[in-house]
């Protein structure tokens, strides 16, 4: 299993550098260069972008023990393989990447558009999504280990949206702030006051 679908632990750097949208549910195109979206004032940005580069780069270089777990072995669960990691990593600086809520501050208050899927929180009038997570890839939060708090954006919208597959990836446009929300799901290092929620179209 671990050798066929997404292993967050020891494939999660390989797979930033497919960002904006980490995903092997959806065929999306590499992600491009930063760059101003003409005309509505908002910073196109990347995931990876939002990650301190020391986090990076330890994410970059993970322990090799975690590139020895035996295909089909019960460490070999998706359920287990964050704690897995945090076990088995030798390199401390690896296993606070994991776990990092650092953040890159000069993006606080920045107007900003960045893609992701959909983790509901919270439902408004007529079951319209209010408040939720975004993460870079299907599944993250719900059916597999969260990514590291900073990459991971808490989002409200007072207005809310009618969400009708998570399984879509979206748009979010807003102002973002480096603030930490704590959740049973997962921590977000981000915060995002949504302004407009657009399906995800490649650029």
């Known amino acids: 299993m671990l050798q066929s679908q997404l292993s967050f632990l020891t494939r999660f750097a390989s797979v930033l550098t497919l960002l904006p949208l980490l995903s092997l549910c959806a065929g999306f195109a590499q992600a491009?260069?930063?760059?101003?979206?003409e005309g509505d004032g908002y910073r196109t940005i990347e995931w990876i972008d939002l990650m301190p580069e020391d986090d990076l780069d330890a994410l970059l270089n993970p322990p090799e023990s975690l590139n020895n777990i035996a295909d089909g072995s019960a460490e070999d669960q998706i359920a287990s393989q964050m704690q897995l990691a945090i076990e088995?990593?030798?390199?401390?600086r690896y296993?606070?990447?994991?776990i990092s809520t650092r953040?890159?501050?000069?993006?606080?208050?920045?107007?900003?558009?960045l893609?992701?899927?959909?983790?509901?929180l919270e439902?408004?009038?007529e079951q319209r999504v209010t408040k939720f997570f975004l993460v870079p890839y299907f599944g993250a939060c719900i059916h597999m280990p969260p990514p590291p708090?900073?990459?991971i954006v808490y989002a409200e919208y007072d207005e809310g949206f009618q969400l009708q597959s998570v399984y879509e990836p979206f748009w979010l446009s807003g102002q973002l702030s480096t603030t930490t929300t704590e959740n049973e799901l997962a921590t977000a290092a981000y915060a995002i006051a949504v302004e407009r929620v657009e399906p995800y179209t490649e650029e």
């Open 115 to 120: 893609p992701g899927f959909i983790v509901p």
């Open 88 to 92: 088995q990593a030798s390199d401390s």
């Open 95 to 98: 296993q606070q990447a994991l």
């Open 103 to 113: 953040v890159v501050s000069t993006f606080d208050g920045q107007a900003i558009r």
């Open 123 to 125: 439902f408004g009038e």
């Open 149 to 151: 708090p900073n990459q």
């Open 32 to 37: 491009q260069e930063e760059k101003a979206t």
